[in-house]
């Protein structure tokens, strides 16, 4: 969700008369329209309570596992995973914390990844050719432990990506999964650590 977010972002800083970026790293995402809006008004009132005030506080992990597992395709295995990392122990009791928020996540989906602007954005940035004030560089993973989100062929893939916009440039990552920075954090690190450079040298 936050390469489409980066689209956007780099597509106003490009049509600035003063941008400020110098480079902009988009991981792992294409520009096909993904996730219809939510289906039903019970969805939608099940998910008052993460979106409101304390709703992401439970008594215990198991309150929490359970209030989270429909939203995320009950993926015990997954779940399982945010255990004192992503839902985190809240000082001094048994209660937990979760930075899980399906909420947020169905607010993105929704608005973001649903949504066309990501290709208009890639189209916006395509439009200034050769002349883009920054370095526009996609990162693209593999199949992986959890595999990629991307999709290669077709309207809005990588390939169609690349045709629309010459400017841009594109690394692949093979063997690594979705979150490229994770699944293959060496690899990813010295890549992002070159564009830094780079940018740096930049007038």
């Not at 993904?34 to 309150?63: H, I, M, N, Q």
């Not at 295995?77 to 048994?94: C, H, K, L, Q």
Request: proline share 5%.
């Amino acid at each position: 969700m936050g390469g489409r977010i980066a689209m956007r972002a780099a597509a106003l800083d490009a049509a600035s008369s003063e941008p400020v970026l110098r480079a902009v790293v988009i991981e792992d995402m294409d520009l096909i329209e993904r996730y219809a809006p939510s289906k039903t008004v019970e969805d939608r009132a099940a998910l008052e309570r993460f979106a409101s005030p304390g709703g992401r506080r439970f008594a215990s992990w198991e309150e929490a596992r359970a209030a989270l597992l429909p939203w995320y395709d009950r993926d015990e295995e997954r779940i399982n995973s945010w255990r004192n990392t992503r839902v985190r122990p809240i000082p001094g009791g048994t209660e937990v914390h979760s930075d899980i928020n399906p909420a947020a996540q169905r607010l993105a989906r929704e608005r973001v990844l649903a949504s066309s602007d990501g290709s208009m954005a890639w189209d916006e940035l395509a439009a200034h050719g050769d002349s883009l004030p920054f370095a526009l560089h996609v990162l693209y993973a593999d199949k992986g432990e959890r595999g990629t989100v991307v999709q290669i062929e077709g309207r809005g893939g990588i390939n169609d990506m690349k045709a629309r916009c010459p400017a841009a440039q594109f690394t692949f990552f093979p063997g690594a999964g979705h979150s490229i920075h994770r699944t293959d954090q060496e690899a990813f690190d010295k890549q992002l650590r070159e564009i830094i450079k780079t940018a740096a040298q930049r007038d």
